[in-house]
Each structure stands twice: as structure tokens, then as C-alpha cells.
């Protein structure tokens, strides 16, 4: 089935610590987006890829790196820079050429801080 | 920026119809209005959009008004598994053609049986 994953779905950070979290579709979308959700809040764009070997930052990019090095995957690093981790991170896709829009969402990576 | 407006919070009861209002007065003639939903611990996913006439689907209709202001959500007969947060969005006009969608904190639904 087509569709996004994204990988572990709980992941523990300890103190210092870099971490990376997993993204990859084959819907054959070319633009990829990653957002973070504190509980009880919307979501926050971190960074988006709209082709790939090209990525911008979105709103709260301070604290994360990411790469697009293949059109299926836009892997995120969660920095020791980054001192509020704690969130759950949401990877998306869609095809820019549709006008409507329409982003498909992965099912989430939850990340604690140990 | 385009911003919506939605309550935070709603009851329904089981089987009954759900109308959701989104504000959304500085709309741009180009914004698209979307809805997503999101159900506990999982992604969002799309529920229907529409530019300006109204929009039927499998999942919801969309309601627009005429001058674009405002639009309603409507689940025709709500199901326990329709409990979820449901996010009214505007394509952010203020990057053109990239596909950047603002979520706010979104419209928590809650079905009573």
C-alpha cells in the first residue's frame, strides 16, 4: 500500500544526545514536510523539502537538521541544541503540481527525554 | 498571514449531525479552505476542501459562505470514531506555491453516545 512511515514510533533521548527520526513515502511526492506537536497544541512547521537535495526552514528550525537526499526519504535530527525535545513529530507529503494541496501524513514518532 | 477562527471545543451527540465553523475574514481570492482531522495519538488526515462552492464527500460536506468568511464542516450522522480534533487551514498565501499549510489547536469533537 502507498502511504508514509515514519520510524520508531517512541523514541527516548538522553541528555546531549543527537537523535534521528525516520520519514520515508512511496507515494512518489516531491515535496516532504516536517512538524512538531506540543499536547494540547496545532502543529509547527520545523522544515520542508520540496525537491530533492533542497529543504527550508520552517518556523521552529533551531534545534534540527534534516536532508533530502533521495526523493523518498527526509530523514530529522533532533540536536543537542535543541533543549525542549520532548514532542510528537509529524512527517508529511504531497504533490506540489496539485493545486488542492492535500497533505498525507505519517503516523508520528513520539520522542521523551530520559 | 490568512488566520481561521474555530471553538475550541464541541459535544455531539451519536448519529446526529455535527456543523463545525471556521472564521476565516481576511481570506485571499486564491486561498483554498481545508480540513483536517486528527484522532488521538495518530498523523492528521485530509477531510475535504473547497475554494468556493460546496463540497460533498464520502467523509463531509463543506459549506462556504458567498462572501468566503466563514465556512461549516458538516458530519451528517456522527460516530464515535468521528471524536477527534478537527483543524480548519488555509493555504499560507504568504509563500506562494510551496504548499505550507498553519495549523492552529484545532476544534476538539467530542461524541457522546
Known amino acids: 500500500d502507498g502511504g508514509i512511515t515514519q520510524s520508531p514510533k517512541y523514541l527516548f533521548r538522553k541528555e546531549g544526545q543527537n537523535v534521528t527520526l525516520s520519514c520515508e513515502q512511496n507515494?512518489?511526492?516531491?515535496?516532504m514536510y516536517w512538524y512538531r506537536q506540543d499536547p494540547g497544541q496545532g502543529l509547527r512547521l520545523i522544515y520542508y523539502?520540496?525537491?530533492?537535495?533542497?529543504?527550508q526552514k520552517g518556523d521552529i528550525a533551531e534545534g534540527y537538521s534534516v536532508s533530502r537526499e533521495k526523493k523518498e526519504s527526509f530523514p530529522l535530527t533532533v540536536t543537542s541544541a535543541q533543549k525542549n525535545p520532548t514532542a510528537f513529530y509529524l512527517c508529511?507529503?504531497?504533490?506540489?503540481?496539485?493545486?488542492?494541496?492535500?497533505?498525507?501524513f505519517g503516523p508520528g514518532t513520539r520522542l521523551l527525554v530520559l | 498571514d490568512a488566520k481561521t477562527t474555530q471553538p475550541n471545543s464541541m459535544e455531539s451527540n451519536e448519529e446526529e449531525p455535527v456543523h463545525l465553523p471556521c472564521n476565516h475574514s481576511?481570506?485571499?481570492?486564491?486561498?483554498?479552505i481545508h480540513w483536517y482531522r486528527q484522532l488521538p495519538s495518530q498523523g492528521p488526515e485530509y477531510v475535504i476542501h473547497?475554494?468556493?462552492s460546496n463540497v460533498n464527500n464520502r467523509m463531509a460536506s463543506l459549506a462556504i459562505a458567498e462572501d468566503r468568511k466563514s465556512s461549516t464542516l458538516i458530519l451528517h450522522r456522527a460516530t464515535l470514531r468521528d471524536a477527534a480534533v478537527y483543524y480548519c487551514?488555509?493555504?499560507?498565501?504568504?509563500?506562494?506555491?510551496?504548499?505550507?499549510?498553519?495549523f492552529g489547536k484545532g476544534n476538539q469533537v467530542v461524541v457522546i453516545p
Open positions: 508529511a507529503s504531497n504533490d506540489p503540481g496539485q493545486h488542492q494541496e492535500t497533505q498525507y
Open positions: 507515494l512518489n511526492h516531491d515535496a
Open positions: 523539502s520540496q525537491i530533492v537535495n533542497d529543504f
Open positions: 481576511t481570506i485571499s481570492g486564491t486561498d483554498y
Open positions: 473547497g475554494l468556493t
Open positions: 487551514i488555509l493555504r499560507d498565501t504568504k509563500y506562494y506555491g510551496n504548499n505550507r499549510l498553519a
